[in-house]
């Protein structure tokens, strides 16, 4: 988990007739990144474009819109495409193309008549209170409106000359002259009057009402008619159209990759990165498929290699955060574990309450089902949903939700070790964070907090630079090693006011050595400039006394807000109401500082002071040759338990 896997830089050499079952087989088995060959010569060459691109192109477009315009059929059974002919052929025999396109057509047709009618029936619903013949409404020297009725809308009308008015109960309508027709349409708007058409037509508002009604019975049949033949063929093609769909779009990408290779008339090459633990998987694979006729030769190279991390399930989650900040190169530590341990125990020391901490708990689990299964309606406002979506995909806010389920769990105890809730407190035995003896205990906890880290970023430090051959960048970590932690026992002599006369303390006997010799590796390692640096290291390991401080000021922020409504109940009921006003506004202010400050420092207090110590950064991720197959079966794959479809 600490280490990214270990990769290796091949060079694939195999006859052009193993093309295409080289790349299926490396396609399928999803373990190589394959990179422009680096051979340069007279004799090897870029390999032409393949001619068969534009039409399978072309044929992807062909059925991706088939399968766009069928209804998603799902179903256990998936395809296996031997070759490239198979699923031409396979793509051809399709028949369905025109009936559905008629089918669709018809259905858009049935969708806009259902529109019309039903903005037809609305306005007749409207002025359903009309009594004489439709056609008195409209000629050619009159117009008619539908308006809302109420006081305002009449007093705004009545300024209009010209309009006459048939009022209804809720409605009314507007009878203009044609000649006014333009000015009266400027008025409405600059008025912001809401006006409505009426039917041009011949009859009884209700007589038309039922033959509007009749002809949206006569088009829903025809919508459901449409809507039915569509499912009855999606039922039995979906399927097949999704799988040959996915198979064009792997074949494309496997011409695409082509433009990375090299060759000659008779040969081909190929370079690429593979997880070293997978090497010989590969090379079995291969030499099957090709009958031995492939030879595979690691290259030695000075290219960082992309990174592959591998963390477990749970441990996953936090990796959003490390590639928010950057991702590990390959060659170094990976330090999600840490993450993953380290800061969920930082947010939830800060906060120290059960009640924010509960709360923040509920909103957790809201945001992860709601994103998992999102509402056909929101009650959440739209302007705060588009708000919180311009800053972080729906994707993003469900790790985050996920991310604070632990600390938000710590968060609950702790609220109950320090008898918190929501500022207020039970009545049993408790550790008081506002004590002195208690405000010190967890000042020195967050003190050693701060030491361990800080100690733990340069032991990772040490060994990234040994293992790399880096032994002077190595011993410098060793020299702040000794340095931090003679500062750490001199200080906490001087915090006890003890004496710092070695012949007195053996513990001023053993820092002051400490000391200098780390002084002296330091220098040696880093030169005299890096003695600028003491002070930054110091500074990293009293950082962590932020853990205490912010839980600190979320606590008096409660305990002022509850002061204010609890004196507030010793006074008249306006006091009262406004002392209650204080309370809920107050927790929400601290709730929301809850959420965001123990987040943002401790994700702070890991990437400044503890990455700082060992960590670069700006890794190249491992992108592999694959793609997803939801309809089709794999023809290769390393697992020796996946049999189905293998070669």
């Known amino acids: 988990m600490l280490i990214p896997r270990k990769m290796v830089k091949v060079r694939i050499y195999s006859v052009k007739q193993n093309e295409n079952a080289l790349l299926s087989t490396l396609h399928d088995?999803?373990?190589i990144q394959v990179e422009a060959v680096s051979i340069r010569s007279d004799q090897v060459s870029s390999l032409p474009p393949n001619e068969s691109y534009a039409k399978l192109s072309e044929l992807s477009r062909k059925i991706r819109d088939l399968e766009i315009s069928l209804y998603p059929s799902?179903?256990?059974?998936?395809?296996?495409?031997?070759?490239?002919?198979?699923?031409?052929?396979?793509?051809?025999?399709?028949?369905i193309f025109e009936r559905i396109k008629r089918l669709k057509e018809n259905e858009g047709k049935a969708l806009s008549s259902l529109k019309s009618i039903n903005d037809r029936i609305s306005s007749l619903e409207k002025i359903s209170f009309y009594e004489d013949d439709l056609e008195y409404l409209g000629s050619s020297s009159i117009v008619s409106f539908v308006i809302r009725n109420d006081e305002a809308t009449r007093a705004k009308l009545a300024a209009f000359e010209g309009v006459f008015l048939i009022k209804g109960d809720e409605y009314l309508i507007a009878v203009v002259p044609k000649n006014l027709h333009s000015k009266f349409g400027e008025f409405t708007k600059n008025e912001k009057i809401e006006i409505g058409s009426i039917p041009t037509s011949k009859?009884?508002?209700r007589d038309r009402l039922s033959a509007e009604e009749k002809k949206r019975e006569d088009v829903k049949r025809e919508l459901e008619g449409a809507r039915n033949e569509i499912s009855d063929i999606s039922k039995e093609n979906y399927a097949n159209v999704a799988a040959i769909r996915e198979q064009l779009e792997i074949e494309l990408k496997k011409i695409d990759v082509t433009s990375k290779l090299s060759g000659t008339k008779k040969s081909l090459i190929l370079e690429g990165w593979i997880p070293r633990d997978e090497l010989d998987g590969v090379k079995s694979a291969l030499a099957r498929v090709t009958e031995d006729q492939v030879l595979i030769e690691e290259l030695k190279t000075e290219e960082t290699p992309p990174t592959a991390l591998r963390n477990p399930k749970r441990i996953?989650?936090?990796e959003f955060f490390i590639r928010f900040y950057s991702l590990p190169q390959s060659v170094e530590i990976d330090p999600t574990l840490v993450f993953a341990l380290v800061f969920p125990v930082f947010f939830g020391l800060m906060i120290g309450d059960v009640g924010y901490g509960l709360t923040i708990l509920i909103i957790s689990v809201w945001l992860i089902r709601r994103v998992d299964h999102p509402p056909k309606k929101s009650r959440v406002p739209k302007f705060l949903g588009r708000f919180v979506l311009s800053m972080m995909s729906r994707r993003s806010l469900k790790i985050l939700a996920k991310a604070m389920l632990p600390g938000a769990m710590i968060a609950i105890a702790l609220g109950v070790l320090f008898d918190n809730y929501f500022g207020f407190q039970l009545p049993y035995p408790h550790f008081s964070v506002l004590d002195p003896a208690g405000l010190k205990t967890l000042l020195l906890i967050s003190g050693y907090t701060g030491v361990a880290m800080v100690s733990l970023g340069l032991i990772f430090g040490f060994i990234v630079n040994f293992v790399h051959g880096h032994r002077k960048e190595a011993i410098g970590k060793i020299g702040w090693l000794l340095l931090a932690y003679s500062i750490v026992i001199i200080g906490l002599e001087v915090l006890r006011r003890q004496s710092l006369n070695p012949l007195s303390n053996h513990l001023a006997l053993i820092a002051f050595p400490m000391?200098?010799?780390?002084?002296?590796?330091?220098?040696?390692?880093e030169k005299a400039?890096?003695?600028l640096e003491v002070t930054t290291i110091i500074s990293h390991i009293l950082s962590y006394t932020r853990l205490v401080g912010i839980l600190l000021s979320s606590v008096i922020l409660a305990l002022v807000f509850d002061d204010i409504f609890l004196g507030s109940l010793r006074h008249s009921?306006?006091?009262?109401?406004?002392?209650?006003?204080?309370l809920i506004v107050g927790q929400l202010l601290n709730l929301i500082i809850a959420i965001f400050e123990p987040g943002i420092q401790g994700a702070r207090l890991i990437y400044v002071e503890f990455f700082s110590k060992f960590y670069k950064g700006n890794g190249r991720e491992f992108r592999p040759f694959s793609s997803p197959r939801n309809y089709t079966i794999k023809q290769f794959s390393l697992d020796p338990l996946d049999g189905k479809g293998k070669k």
């Not at 000391?515 to 390692?525: K, Q, R, S, W």
């Open 203 to 205: 009859g009884k508002v």
């Open 515 to 525: 000391l200098i010799v780390g002084f002296g590796i330091v220098i040696y390692a």
């Open 529 to 531: 400039q890096a003695l």
């Open 573 to 582: 009921i306006p006091y009262i109401i406004l002392g209650f006003v204080v």
């Open 74 to 95: 799902g179903t256990d059974e998936k395809k296996l495409f031997k070759n490239v002919k198979e699923l031409v052929e396979a793509a051809e025999r399709l028949d």
């Open 316 to 318: 996953k989650l936090f």
């Open 29 to 31: 088995l999803g373990v």
